[in-house]
């Protein structure tokens, strides 16, 4: 069913629409939404001097001056042509963090709580390192060899981050670096 703005139906007069959107765009009613045609919007002279669609993006950019790499030598290297973190538009994004001691390179040991203490710690010299902490954190993703271990993990991770805790996804993958049992990388509002 297809209705115009322009036809005096309910619809049209209860919402405070533009005069040009009620005489000339064309509405189109399906089940929960309503569409209105982009072409008739665009040659309307309400629209004509809007600036384009996701302008706020336009600001954005892509320099490489606006982004930071974060570097200690008090948390695993990066494995391969990665950062440990980049700083970004006061925002850190911590790289997936593995349970390796930093000296050794080598696992605290094949025990999930254990690289799971060493992961978190290593994160936090990350996050010091960038001027964040823990209570900085948004949003972690925890990515398990396990999900068995899920309860274990929660355990250690809970006394890292104070409340209200970060946004968190936790997965179980087929794989991880050197055969690790747990990797965690997170975002940080700095």
């Not at 005489?23 to 569409?35: D, S, Y």
């Not at 390179?105 to 060493?118: C, L, P, Y």
Request: net charge neutral; hydrophobic share 45%.
């Amino acid at each position: 069913m297809g209705w115009t703005a322009s036809s005096g139906l309910p619809f049209s007069n209860s919402f405070n629409l533009p005069a040009v959107l009620r005489h000339r765009a064309p509405i189109a009613a399906g089940i929960g939404c309503a569409f209105v045609a982009a072409s008739t919007l665009r040659s309307t002279p309400f629209f004509s001097n809007r600036s384009t669609p996701f302008a706020c993006l336009s600001s954005m950019s892509t320099d490489a001056s606006i982004k930071e790499a974060v570097i200690t030598d008090k948390a695993p290297a990066a494995l391969g042509p990665y950062s440990q973190a980049i700083k970004a538009n006061n925002t850190l994004f911590v790289s997936g963090v593995l349970g390796l001691i930093p000296e050794t390179g080598k696992f605290v040991s094949d025990d999930v709580e254990e690289q799971t203490e060493q992961v978190l710690k290593n994160m936090g010299e990350i996050l010091k390192a960038s001027g964040a902490s823990y209570s900085s954190v948004v949003k972690t993703t925890i990515m398990l060899a396990d999900l068995k271990d899920f309860k274990k993990v929660n355990e250690i991770y809970a006394k890292y981050f104070p409340a209200p805790a970060p946004a968190r996804s936790t997965y179980q993958v087929a794989a991880l670096p050197l055969d690790a049992r747990i990797e965690i990388e997170c975002i940080a509002a700095l």
